[in-house]
Nanobody
Framework: VQLQASGGGLVQAGGSLRLSCAASGFTVNDYTIGWFRQAPGKEREAVLCVSSFDGRTYYADSVKGRFTISKDNAKNTVYLQMNSLKPEDTAVYYC???????????????????WGQGTQVTVSS
Protein backbone atom coordinates (compact mmCIF):
# COMPACT_ATOMS: atom_id res chain seq x y z
CA VAL A 1 0.00 0.00 0.00
CA GLN A 2 1.42 3.33 -1.06
CA LEU A 3 0.10 6.87 -1.08
CA GLN A 4 1.64 9.75 -2.98
CA ALA A 5 0.44 13.24 -2.10
CA SER A 6 1.11 16.18 -4.38
CA GLY A 7 -0.23 19.55 -5.42
CA GLY A 8 0.89 21.76 -2.60
CA GLY A 9 2.20 25.25 -3.13
CA LEU A 10 1.93 28.90 -2.28
CA VAL A 11 -1.43 30.63 -2.66
CA GLN A 12 -2.91 33.92 -1.54
CA ALA A 13 -5.65 34.06 1.06
CA GLY A 14 -9.02 33.50 -0.56
CA GLY A 15 -7.51 31.36 -3.27
CA SER A 16 -7.91 27.69 -4.08
CA LEU A 17 -5.69 24.67 -4.36
CA ARG A 18 -6.28 21.03 -5.20
CA LEU A 19 -4.19 18.31 -3.64
CA SER A 20 -3.91 14.83 -5.08
CA CYS A 21 -3.34 11.53 -3.35
CA ALA A 22 -2.42 8.76 -5.77
CA ALA A 23 -2.92 5.29 -4.34
CA SER A 24 -1.26 2.02 -5.29
CA GLY A 25 -1.53 -1.46 -3.89
CA PHE A 26 -5.19 -1.05 -3.03
CA THR A 27 -8.41 0.39 -4.38
CA VAL A 28 -9.42 3.74 -2.92
CA ASN A 29 -13.06 2.72 -2.69
CA ASP A 30 -12.13 -0.13 -0.33
CA TYR A 31 -10.35 2.08 2.19
CA THR A 32 -11.36 5.03 4.29
CA ILE A 33 -9.26 7.91 3.00
CA GLY A 34 -8.38 10.81 5.23
CA TRP A 35 -6.60 14.09 4.81
CA PHE A 36 -4.64 15.50 7.72
CA ARG A 37 -2.42 18.50 8.24
CA GLN A 38 0.32 19.57 10.56
CA ALA A 39 1.49 23.12 11.11
CA PRO A 40 4.85 23.90 12.69
CA GLY A 41 4.76 23.35 16.43
CA LYS A 42 1.29 21.85 16.34
CA GLU A 43 -0.11 18.36 16.45
CA ARG A 44 -1.35 16.63 13.34
CA GLU A 45 -5.04 17.32 12.89
CA ALA A 46 -7.75 15.92 10.71
CA VAL A 47 -9.13 17.84 7.77
CA LEU A 48 -11.72 15.38 6.48
CA CYS A 49 -12.21 11.79 5.48
CA VAL A 50 -14.45 9.72 3.26
CA SER A 51 -15.61 6.45 4.73
CA SER A 52 -15.41 3.16 2.85
CA PHE A 53 -18.29 1.80 4.97
CA ASP A 54 -21.01 4.36 4.44
CA GLY A 55 -19.55 6.59 1.73
CA ARG A 56 -20.04 9.66 3.86
CA THR A 57 -17.57 12.47 4.22
CA TYR A 58 -16.71 13.77 7.67
CA TYR A 59 -15.26 17.24 8.08
CA ALA A 60 -13.30 19.07 10.71
CA ASP A 61 -15.25 22.16 11.75
CA SER A 62 -12.44 24.41 10.56
CA VAL A 63 -12.86 23.38 6.93
CA LYS A 64 -16.61 22.81 6.58
CA GLY A 65 -17.98 24.65 3.59
CA ARG A 66 -14.51 25.26 2.15
CA PHE A 67 -12.86 21.88 1.56
CA THR A 68 -14.23 18.89 -0.31
CA ILE A 69 -12.97 15.46 -1.23
CA SER A 70 -13.48 13.59 -4.48
CA LYS A 71 -12.26 10.43 -6.14
CA ASP A 72 -11.20 9.43 -9.62
CA ASN A 73 -11.66 5.68 -9.61
CA ALA A 74 -10.01 5.25 -13.01
CA LYS A 75 -6.86 6.89 -11.68
CA ASN A 76 -7.25 5.43 -8.18
CA THR A 77 -6.66 8.93 -6.87
CA VAL A 78 -8.33 11.03 -4.22
CA TYR A 79 -8.42 14.82 -4.38
CA LEU A 80 -8.71 17.48 -1.72
CA GLN A 81 -10.22 20.66 -3.12
CA MET A 82 -9.47 23.61 -0.89
CA ASN A 83 -11.33 26.86 -1.46
CA SER A 84 -11.39 30.17 0.38
CA LEU A 85 -8.01 29.40 1.85
CA LYS A 86 -6.88 31.20 4.97
CA PRO A 87 -3.39 31.77 6.39
CA GLU A 88 -4.28 29.38 9.21
CA ASP A 89 -4.63 26.61 6.63
CA THR A 90 -0.87 26.74 6.16
CA ALA A 91 0.53 23.31 6.99
CA VAL A 92 1.99 20.13 5.60
CA TYR A 93 -0.92 18.09 4.29
CA TYR A 94 -0.95 14.29 4.40
CA CYS A 95 -3.29 11.69 2.97
CA UNK A 96 -3.88 8.46 4.86
CA UNK A 97 -5.80 5.25 4.33
CA UNK A 98 -7.08 2.33 6.31
CA UNK A 99 -9.54 -0.47 5.49
CA UNK A 100 -10.87 -1.05 9.00
CA UNK A 101 -12.08 2.27 10.38
CA UNK A 102 -15.47 1.63 11.91
CA UNK A 103 -16.01 5.07 13.35
CA UNK A 104 -14.51 7.49 10.82
CA UNK A 105 -16.25 10.50 12.35
CA UNK A 106 -13.67 10.46 15.12
CA UNK A 107 -11.17 11.90 12.62
CA UNK A 108 -8.05 10.91 14.51
CA UNK A 109 -4.73 10.03 12.89
CA UNK A 110 -4.26 6.97 15.10
CA UNK A 111 -7.01 5.20 13.15
CA UNK A 112 -4.94 5.17 9.96
CA UNK A 113 -2.22 2.65 9.17
CA UNK A 114 -1.01 3.90 5.81
CA TRP A 115 0.34 7.37 5.17
CA GLY A 116 1.70 9.27 2.24
CA GLN A 117 4.46 11.81 2.42
CA GLY A 118 3.32 15.34 3.05
CA THR A 119 2.89 18.22 0.68
CA GLN A 120 3.38 21.80 1.85
CA VAL A 121 0.55 24.30 1.56
CA THR A 122 1.35 27.91 2.33
CA VAL A 123 -1.35 30.57 2.36
CA SER A 124 -0.14 34.15 2.35
CA SER A 125 -2.18 37.00 3.81
Amino acid sequence: VQLQASGGGLVQAGGSLRLSCAASGFTVNDYTIGWFRQAPGKEREAVLCVSSFDGRTYYADSVKGRFTISKDNAKNTVYLQMNSLKPEDTAVYYCAADPWIVNPSRLVPEQYEHWGQGTQVTVSS
